[in-house]
């Protein structure tokens, strides 16, 4: 079957570092998504990535989409305490598969 | 843009009872909708796609009849969850996808506790 391998699992930090985060996958996914969850709260779409290669940025956030369309990693820059969450890769097209999640702690 | 909105936030109630989560999309027109169920600690897991007018398509392992989806409009989908066990108290999250792009927006979430 399917496996989408999302790591690290967790992550601590202080406060102003980079943070790195990747998935992979044994499929070959058209969209790769990625999401932020605060506690009690739904999924927040942080990134979109539709092409192959491509390398999106918002803000401190930056994310690729792997050439071989079966991984992607997410890069947070300088980062900040409302940062802290997890965070979901959703690779799919009609229906997305969630990563088991990056839980981000950072450290005043 | 892209808001979408879920009816109760909370919800508590008795075993054997039934409940009924609302999802709409406030500001586009989504042709397709999705019910996930997350556990305390784990990621989303997918329960059912529904697209409008049409039946809905349930994952593996979830029983239609128990999780009754309705997807009567274009911007309006219901879970109901008939005679709820403590077993499916969880946290239910809607999402949908508008008509021109594959993203899907999440609700916030309904947090469903069966006594």
């Known amino acids: 079957g399917q496996q989408l391998n999302q790591s690290p699992q967790s992550m601590f930090i202080q406060e102003g570092e980079d943070v790195s985060m990747n998935c992979t996958s044994s499929?070959?996914?058209?969209?790769w998504l990625w999401y932020k969850q605060d506690p009690g709260e739904g999924p927040v779409l942080l990134i979109a990535?539709?092409?192959?290669?491509e390398l999106t940025s918002n803000g401190r956030l930056t994310a690729q989409f792997g050439i071989t369309r079966k991984d992607s990693f997410l890069n947070i820059s300088a980062s900040i305490p409302s940062d802290v969450g997890i965070y979901f890769c959703?690779?799919?097209?009609?229906?997305?598969?969630f990563g088991q999640g990056t839980r981000l702690t950072i450290n005043p | 843009g892209a808001v979408v909105s879920q009816h109760p936030s909370w919800v508590i109630c008795k075993s054997g009872t039934s409940v009924k989560i609302e999802c709409r999309s406030l500001?586009?027109?989504?042709?397709?909708m999705f019910w996930y169920r997350q556990f305390p600690k784990q990621s989303l897991m997918l329960m059912a796609t529904?697209?409008?007018?049409?039946?809905?398509?349930?994952e593996q392992g979830v029983e239609k009849d128990k999780f009754l989806i309705n997807h009567a409009s274009l911007t309006l989908s219901t879970l109901t969850v008939t005679s709820a066990h403590p077993e499916d108290s969880s946290f239910y999250i809607c999402?949908?996808?508008?008509?021109?792009?594959?993203?899907?927006?999440f609700g916030p979430g309904t947090r469903l506790t069966v006594l």
């Open positions: 999402s949908a996808r508008g008509t021109l792009t594959d993203t899907q927006y």
């Open positions: 499929s070959i996914f058209n969209t």
């Open positions: 990535l539709y092409k192959a290669g």
């Open positions: 959703a690779p799919g097209a009609q229906k997305l598969v």
């Open positions: 500001d586009f027109q989504a042709t397709t």
């Open positions: 529904s697209n409008e007018g049409s039946k809905a398509t349930y």
